[in-house]
């Protein structure tokens, strides 16, 4: 079965420094992707990046990065400089061909807050 | 990306009636969209998978008869919570895919989602 694991549930970062959300997960799918999610107090999942099983390289999408190790089965993401905005609630996800691509398995969840 | 709306954001109905969700694809075609549920703090758990012109896929333990979806388009699908009760207030969220878009894990996108309080 798919299991996403994320151990942390809350963090706590001074604005503009880096922060690592983790990520584990489990599957026997032969080839999937791996995504994370920003969730604000309003609700709304906001798509921040993908990152592919047989991808070569890490994924980036500006200040966002991946983290991804393969044979740990880990898919950590990375925010560079924290903004007081990116305080939410971060998800991993994981889809693959076993659920013909479409079924997401969500994680528990962090929380992380941006202190000025 | 690709733009998902979900109508209403919020609704507060009396025990006993029904409330109907709408979730519509607005730049793109979605022969599959998603219904998820999430509880406060935690993280979103899959209802069920609604498909154009046929019956939605029920994930285990969630009530056929409670939540009815439809799918009647390809850019909208509805669910009705039935005959609510408190403990069906939570947070409904809709997503769909862009197929067309020809990769395989691309993103799903998410509606704004919909906080249900039944008094």
């Known amino acids: 079965a798919q299991k996403i694991t994320q151990t942390q549930p809350g963090m706590f970062v001074q604005e503009k420094e880096a922060v690592t959300l983790d990520c584990t997960y489990d599957t026997s799918d032969p080839s999937y992707g791996l995504f994370w999610y920003k969730q604000p107090s309003s609700g709304e999942m906001i798509f921040l990046i993908y990152?592919?099983?047989?991808?070569?390289q890490n994924a980036t999408e500006g200040r966002y990065s991946l983290n991804f190790q393969k044979a740990r089965k880990s898919a950590n993401l990375v925010i560079s400089a924290s903004q007081l905005g990116d305080s939410a609630m971060y998800f991993c996800a994981m889809r693959g061909v076993r659920d013909n691509f479409n079924k997401f398995y969500f994680g528990s969840g962090t929380k992380l807050n941006v202190k000025p | 990306g690709a733009v998902v709306s979900q109508h209403p954001s919020r609704v507060i109905c009396k025990s006993g009636t029904s409330v109907k969700i709408e979730c519509r694809s607005l730049?793109?075609?979605?022969?599959?969209m998603f219904w998820y549920r999430q509880f406060p703090k935690q993280s979103l758990m899959l209802m069920a998978t609604?498909?154009?012109?046929?019956?939605?896929?029920?994930e285990q333990g969630v009530e056929k008869d409670k939540f009815l979806i439809n799918h009647a388009s390809l850019t909208l699908s509805t669910l009705t919570v039935t005959s609510a009760h408190p403990e069906d207030s939570s947070f409904y969220i809709c997503s769909a895919r862009d197929q067309a878009l020809g990769r395989p894990f691309t993103e799903a996108f998410f509606g704004q989602g919909t906080r249900l309080t039944v008094v």
């Open positions: 730049d793109f075609q979605a022969t599959t």
């Open positions: 609604s498909n154009e012109g046929s019956k939605a896929t029920y």
């Open positions: 990152q592919g099983s047989y991808d070569q």
